[in-house]
T-cell receptor
């Protein structure tokens, strides 16, 4: 199994630009989570999906952030327009909501907004 | 709301020695899951070990074991025979058993940075 795949691994963009982060969960997993990691706030949940449906987006900081999951094997997190304070590492994680509860993380995308 | 506290921002251990990382949590739930994740410099979050609250037996995975004290709401990680590759940030995390509402996500502590001296 390839694990959770995220792209790009690094993204540098200028303030005001649109940024799209991508995630492919582990095949068969029915939950997908987007987390953000910063020095100040640590790891925090942004949004999560169950069977492609958003369940809780209360962690999405502003309307500039949006996430979609058009099918079971793909999700995007979009920031438009981006701001310097969005600089962070963004993780995607997936899990199977049956009998196991572990979440498996992707390698993360390090976003730098200048 | 549940909270997770790791009171040791940094720890250091000599290679081949044993080290214990502390974690406490606050919850009103009786059933839940606890995890330890490792984040090396590569920043990949790696699951180390998990514990179900309804199990009294402490979880063990090779050199990693936990001391789960439910009444005290304590969940420490013990690393035996420490190796250089164990150097990383370690995060304690809590998860409710239900996926309804906002209970599906992991709640993380701030982490403990472990250094291993050769």
């Amino acid at each position: 199994d390839a694990g959770v795949i995220q792209s790009p691994r690094h993204e540098v963009t200028e303030m005001g630009q649109e940024v799209t982060l991508r995630c492919k969960p582990i095949s068969g997993h029915d939950y997908l989570f987007w987390y953000r990691q910063t020095m100040m706030r640590g790891l925090e949940l942004l949004i999560y999906f169950n069977n492609n449906v958003p369940i809780d987006d209360s962690g999405m900081p502003e309307d500039r952030f949006s996430a979609k999951m058009p099918n079971a094997s793909f999700s995007t997190l979009k920031i438009q327009p981006s701001e310097p304070r969005d600089s962070a590492v963004y993780f995607c994680a997936s899990s199977f909501g049956g009998t196991t509860y572990e979440q498996y993380f992707g390698p993360g995308t390090r976003l730098t907004v200048t | 709301a549940q909270t997770v506290t790791q009171s040791q921002p940094e720890m250091s251990v000599q290679e081949a020695e044993t080290v214990t990382l502390s974690c406490t949590y606050d919850t009103s739930e009786s059933d839940y899951y606890l995890f330890w994740y490792k984040q090396p410099p590569s920043r990949q979050m790696i699951l180390v070990i998990r514990q179900e609250a309804y199990k009294q037996q402490n979880a063990t995975e090779n050199r990693f074991s936990v001391n789960f004290q439910k009444a005290a709401k304590s969940f420490s990680l013990k690393i035996s025979d420490s190796q250089l590759g164990d150097a990383a940030m370690y995060f304690c995390a809590y998860r409710s058993p239900n996926y309804g509402g906002s209970q599906g996500n992991l709640i993380f502590g701030k982490g403990t940075k472990l250094s291993v001296k050769p």
